[in-house]
């Protein structure tokens, strides 16, 4: 049986950190780094999804303005055509779309709402998984 988002999402838990639209790059860089993480979604009235940002779009922005680019708000800088998965998209789909899209983040949408976020680091964890339980499965059958 393919292994879905949903399966990951069981396992690794649906927060996802959100900040306005408003909020300065410098306030999200503190965010990404408080959190650990690589990306926030950018919402917007009725939390519905208005963008995301991540340390890539951080990168571009400091590189290509200047620091004081971190006194803008996120809304400047961030991507507002964003890919959405769901709960029932399979690992495979969704690596394909990491993949052709070359993003590392994908935002989860159930009926409408925000319902999780996964990276390509919840992909490969996944993966491995997978992979040690078919291992399992061909020693068992080995064995007898
Ligand atoms: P990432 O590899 O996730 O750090 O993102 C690389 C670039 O793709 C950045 O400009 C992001 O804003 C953008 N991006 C990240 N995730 C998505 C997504 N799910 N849909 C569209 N663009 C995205």
Redesign the pocket.
């Given at each position: 049986m393919a292994i879905i988002v949903k399966n990951m999402l069981d396992a690794k838990g649906r927060d996802v950190v959100t900040v306005s639209p408003d909020r300065t790059l410098l306030d999200v860089a503190g965010i990404l780094n408080d959190k650990k993480i690589?990306?926030v979604v950018i919402t917007g009235m009725e939390g519905r999804i208005a963008g995301?940002?991540?340390?890539?779009?951080l990168v571009?922005a400091i590189a290509g303005k200047g620091p004081a680019v971190l006194d803008q708000p996120v809304k400047s800088a961030?991507?507002t055509?964003?890919?959405?998965c769901k709960e029932e998209t399979t690992v495979d789909e969704l690596m394909g779309?990491m993949s052709s899209?070359?993003?590392?983040?994908?935002?989860v949408e159930q009926d409408g709402k925000l319902s999780g976020i996964v990276?390509?680091g919840d992909v490969v964890k996944s993966r491995i998984r997978e992979i040690e339980f078919e291992a399992e499965q061909i020693k068992a059958y080995i064995a007898g």
């Open positions: 690589g990306a995301i940002f991540t340390e890539r779009d571009r961030m991507t055509a964003v890919q959405r779309m899209g070359r993003f590392r983040h994908v935002p990276s390509i």
